[in-house]
């Protein structure tokens, strides 16, 4: 079990994540509100500056969700 320090520590960085970048929270939202499931195929590319742009992506599994389950509910 999480101590309350570092619980309100994660919380911090969680909202200033999302004041940083709300479009991206925007999404992900969007995303997740319509479920992720098993065998959905998630893709990211991460693009440098002056630098070729770098793409992979994951397959989800089942337990790739159950991960994300726990993390939720750490993070309410």
Same mark, same amino acid.
């Given at each position: =079990? =999480?101590? /309350? *320090?570092? &619980? =309100? #520590? &994660? =919380?911090?960085? #969680?909202? @200033?994540?999302?004041?940083?970048?709300?479009?991206? $929270? *925007?999404?992900?939202?969007? $995303?997740?509100?319509?479920? &992720?499931?098993?065998?959905?195929? &998630? !893709?990211?590319?991460?693009?440098?500056?002056? !630098?070729? /742009?770098?793409?992979?992506?994951? @397959? $989800? @599994?089942?337990?790739?969700?159950?991960?994300?389950? !726990?993390? @939720?509910?750490?993070?309410?």
């Amino acid at each position: =079990m =999480m101590n /309350p *320090a570092s &619980i =309100m #520590k &994660i =919380m911090n960085a #969680k909202n @200033k994540f999302t004041e940083n970048h709300p479009k991206f $929270v *925007a999404f992900l939202n969007a $995303v997740f509100s319509a479920g &992720i499931i098993e065998d959905t195929v &998630i !893709e990211i590319t991460v693009t440098r500056p002056g !630098e070729t /742009p770098i793409t992979t992506n994951m @397959k $989800v @599994k089942q337990s790739d969700l159950d991960l994300l389950n !726990e993390l @939720k509910d750490i993070a309410n």
